[in-house]
């Protein structure tokens, strides 16, 4: 699921706060201002491709699964409500078909009742003050019969089912209770259909935007469809999207191209997830070169951000300075990280030059009023587990501000 499998954040070290100094985004070792005189506040507004957000503090996608009829609705409005302090809020992933489906009770964006359900969720963000991307999902091959059109078979890259022991799709179970369950096979994607995939993509954008989003956010990451393609080891195809990196980043490029000329650059944003190893994505050693051939082939399109996720799928952070250091230096747009994000780390790393602006997910969950929190270095809350994915408003909106004068629906 977006953001939750994997996230390895530790609120207790979140809550911590260091008195050592930071440098400032590029600053010299020998500069003679002090810490505090260098240090960018991520509290302070920022501006992207016309978008001015009140603060630096991203609120990452997060699956809740709670909209059996696939439908935003007043709660769901009301739990991103809560949280619109957050800078920018990236949307929990919204399939743009009922084939990219691969969770249960996830509100889509295919329909206009569905688009009707996320305007709910925009006018209230806006109320707020907030801005908010849509992030676009098609999960691929992490699918199960069940959920698919007329019980066919998920499709991907490949015919190379997803089979380590946490590569799951969330489904009905027979008995009508609701669980986890492996995913089925795949079918690979032909080549003429592809196109027909994009066109899903853009047709999400477009009812994103009627829906009042303030841009969209495209999923290639985590596993799902589009770093299906990306990984040389998953894609075996011959076509004209599989083999070398440029035919691998094909679909990615295509899909962004389209949504582009629909709703302008200005509005289209990425996430990225190098050296991804959760759903089953096989290890590969390319020195990073697929994702900074796409960092340079983002940056002439001009796009509105690159949201890369450090996925500790490993166990371990898989994305180090290093890395985003080329990455910066290929990309030149406004640069996202998420995963087991600090606000230790966060500040090193927007004061380095190295991101601009840190998102969080897991602490958004129990505490709405996160932005707050870390800048009053206030305690933060720690999420339910059990109630992470299903049910209703428990451990979604009952969670409270430490002040508040919202009040449930």
Same mark, same amino acid.
């Given at each position: 699921?977006?953001?939750?499998?994997?996230? =390895?954040?530790?609120?207790?070290?979140?809550? =911590?706060?260091?008195?050592?100094?930071?440098?400032?985004?590029?600053?010299?070792?020998?500069?003679?201002?002090?810490?505090?005189?260098?240090?960018? /506040?991520?509290?302070?507004?920022?501006?992207?491709?016309?978008?001015?957000?009140?603060?630096?503090?991203?609120? %990452?996608?997060?699956?809740?699964? !709670?909209?059996p009829?696939?439908?935003?609705?007043?709660?769901?409005? &009301?739990y $991103?409500?809560?949280?619109?302090s957050? +800078?920018?809020?990236?949307?929990?992933g919204?399939?743009?078909?009922?084939?990219?489906q +691969?969770?249960?009770?996830v509100?889509?964006?295919?329909s206009?009742?569905?688009?009707?359900?996320? #305007?709910?969720?925009?006018?209230?963000?806006?109320?707020?003050?907030? %801005?908010?991307?849509?992030?676009?999902?098609?999960?691929?091959?992490?699918?199960?019969?069940?959920?698919?059109?007329?019980?066919?078979?998920?499709?991907?890259?490949?015919?190379?089912?997803?089979?380590?022991?946490?590569s799951?799709?969330?489904?009905?179970?027979?008995?009508?209770?609701?669980?986890?369950?492996?995913?089925? @096979?795949?079918?690979?994607?032909?080549? +003429?259909?592809?196109?027909?995939?994009?066109?899903?993509?853009v047709?999400?954008?477009?009812?994103?935007?009627?829906?009042g989003?303030?841009?969209?956010?495209?999923?290639a %990451?985590?596993?799902?469809?589009f770093?299906?393609?990306?990984?040389? @080891?998953?894609?075996?195809?011959?076509?004209?999207?599989?083999?070398?990196?440029?035919?691998?980043?094909?679909?990615?490029?295509?899909s962004?191209d389209?949504?582009?000329?629909?709703? +302008?650059?200005?509005? @289209?944003?990425?996430?990225?997830?190098?050296?991804?190893?959760?759903?089953?994505?096989?290890?590969? /050693? /390319?020195?990073?070169?697929? $994702?900074?051939?796409?960092a340079?082939?983002?940056? =002439?399109?001009?796009?509105?951000?690159?949201?890369?996720?450090?996925?500790?799928?490993?166990? !371990?952070?898989v994305?180090?300075?290093?890395?985003?250091?080329?990455? #910066?230096d290929? &990309?030149?747009?406004?640069?996202?990280?998420?995963?087991s994000?600090?606000?230790?780390?966060?500040?090193?790393?927007?004061?380095?030059?190295?991101?601009?602006?840190?998102?969080?997910?897991?602490?958004f969950i129990?505490?709405?009023?996160l932005v707050?929190?870390?800048?009053?270095?206030?305690p933060?809350?720690?999420? /339910?587990?059990?109630?992470?994915?299903g049910?209703?408003?428990?451990?979604?909106?009952d $969670?409270?501000?430490?002040?508040?004068?919202?009040?449930?629906?």
């Open positions: 699921m977006a953001e939750l499998h994997y996230f =390895k954040v530790s609120l207790l070290e979140t809550q =911590k706060r260091s008195n050592a100094p930071l440098s400032a985004r590029r600053a010299s070792p020998s500069s003679s201002r002090t810490a505090r005189e260098q240090m960018i /506040d991520l509290f302070q507004p920022y501006e992207f491709a016309g978008h001015r957000l009140g603060n630096r503090i991203v609120m %990452a996608p997060m699956t809740r699964a !709670r909209r009829d696939y439908v935003a609705d007043a709660e769901t409005a &009301f $991103y409500r809560q949280r619109a957050a +800078g920018l809020i990236v949307s929990e919204t399939p743009v078909s009922p084939e990219g +691969g969770y249960i009770n509100p889509g964006i295919w206009g009742d569905q688009v009707a359900g996320w #305007r709910l969720v925009t006018d209230a963000v806006h109320e707020e003050g907030g %801005a908010i991307f849509a992030q676009l999902w098609h999960v691929g091959r992490m699918s199960h019969v069940s959920l698919q059109p007329n019980g066919g078979q998920p499709v991907s890259s490949t015919a190379k089912p997803a089979r380590d022991p946490r799951q799709a969330f489904v009905f179970l027979d008995d009508g209770s609701t669980g986890m369950v492996e995913p089925s @096979v795949p079918r690979p994607l032909e080549t +003429g259909e592809v196109a027909r995939v994009v066109e899903d993509f047709r999400g954008a477009r009812n994103a935007r009627e829906a989003f303030d841009g969209i956010e495209l999923h %990451a985590n596993g799902y469809l770093e299906q393609f990306l990984n040389p @080891v998953l894609n075996d195809r011959t076509d004209r999207y599989g083999g070398s990196v440029e035919n691998r980043t094909r679909i990615v490029l295509e962004i389209a949504m582009i000329a629909a709703i +302008g650059s200005e509005r @289209v944003g990425i996430r990225l997830a190098p050296f991804n190893q959760q759903f089953d994505m096989p290890v590969y /050693d /390319d020195g990073g070169e697929t $994702y900074l051939f796409l340079r082939e983002l940056a =002439k399109r001009q796009i509105a951000y690159v949201h890369l996720n450090d996925n500790w799928a490993a166990g !371990r952070s994305i180090d300075d290093a890395f985003l250091r080329r990455f #910066r290929a &990309f030149d747009g406004t640069l996202i990280l998420a995963g994000m600090t606000i230790e780390r966060a500040r090193r790393l927007v004061n380095d030059g190295l991101i601009d602006l840190p998102a969080f997910g897991q602490p129990a505490n709405p009023d707050a929190r870390l800048r009053d270095d206030a933060l809350a720690t999420p /339910d587990r059990d109630t992470w994915y049910g209703g408003s428990t451990g979604y909106t $969670y409270p501000a430490l002040t508040s004068k919202l009040t449930a629906v």
